[in-house]
């Protein structure tokens, strides 16, 4: 196996980050899903301001909206795979699509259900 050079590790590493950097201006732009995340992302900040909740309930938030965005990123990708492979419509494109679609419902969900639990101890008070 070649070792790599530490310049050429780094060089690789600053690549991959700007690629990665790529993907979410992308997902952004492209995406209007993403925006309504980015929405309700700031909006549950807001509860967790309003509620005076503990670090460790911001930490898990913060955790469970980058979920739904890498879940989103991974549906786009499905999307925009099944784009290119097909522009025309079959059934097996259109299960693909829908259960990415799906995943990223199902990360909603989780979110939601996580917020109820954290946030109810706080509104009860």
Known sequence: MKRELPGNLFKRLYRNTIHSLNGLKTLFKEEKSTLLVLLYACLALLGC???????????ILGICFLMILATELLNTAIENTVDLVTDRYHELAKRAKDQGSAATFVVVLITFLIMIYLFYPYIMR
């Open 49 to 59: 301001v309003l509620l005076q909740v503990s670090f460790k309930e911001y930490f």
